[in-house]
């Protein structure tokens, strides 16, 4: 399968646990996004990644989450001391360039909290 | 700030007629536009494009309009098929920008 790969494809966490979401881009795609869907709506970017680079995060609040995308290894996902505001569903989209649309979507992970 | 906007939840059309759907952007920046198509359980699909330079982009069932003065841009699926039914959301960029805006999807029903 040479599509973006995401895991797990559902997540359940109690208030204040962490939660981390993977992301293994296309092949031969390099630059990868994290994009956030809240119930009934659209999805809104939150980062976007280059292998060991963090480029944009302005779409990410500013405490508790994280993202890293390693020179080995899936791009991650930190959110961490979860609250029921991060129930979502998160997914990832990749690129072989920066500006090259379309981007290609990952299947998504939902995150629940309890 | 919801710069892309899809007024209609949802819809519902017959099989083998025309489903169009519409979509309407606020940010005058924008001149590359998108629609997804989405399943449940699913990531989004991408389906067809066009670029501000064009009114106009056909990829066999699917035709894109694009408005630049109305900053409006519609999809017509024609003839439409159970298949189609899904959630289409619109979806727009700037020139060599990465960032996708998203409305918040139109929900397209088929009714054999």
């Known amino acids: 399968n040479a599509g973006v790969m995401q895991n797990p494809r559902h997540l359940v966490r109690r208030r204040g646990q962490e939660a981390r979401l993977r992301c293994s881009p296309m092949k031969g795609h390099s630059h990868v996004y994290w994009y956030r869907q809240l119930p009934e709506e659209g999805l809104k970017f939150m980062v976007y990644?280059?292998?060991?680079?963090?480029?944009?995060e302005s779409g990410m609040p500013k405490e508790r989450f994280s993202a890293e995308f390693p020179k080995e290894g899936p791009s991650i996902l930190r959110i961490q001391q979860v609250v029921r505001g991060d129930s979502a569903a998160y997914f990832c989209?990749?690129?072989?360039?920066?500006?090259?649309?379309?981007?290609?979507f990952g299947d998504g992970t939902r995150l629940s909290i309890l | 700030d919801q710069q892309v906007k899809q007024n209609s939840p949802s819809l519902s059309v017959q099989e083998g007629r025309i489903s169009i759907l519409n979509c309407d952007y606020t940010?005058?920046?924008?001149?590359?536009f998108l629609w997804y198509k989405k399943y449940p359980a699913e990531g989004p699909t991408f389906l067809i494009s066009i670029s501000s330079i064009k009114d106009k982009n056909e990829d066999g069932r699917f035709t894109v309009f694009l408005n630049k003065s109305a900053k409006h841009l519609s999809l017509h699926i024609v003839p439409s098929q159970p298949g189609d039914s899904a959630v289409y959301f619109c979806a727009a960029s700037r020139s060599n920008d990465y960032k996708l805006s998203f409305g918040a999807g139109t929900t397209v029903t088929v009714r054999a």
């Open positions: 940010n005058s920046m924008f001149d590359y």
């Open positions: 989209a990749s690129s072989p360039q920066q500006d090259r649309q379309p981007q290609h």
């Open positions: 990644l280059q292998k060991e680079n963090i480029i944009d």
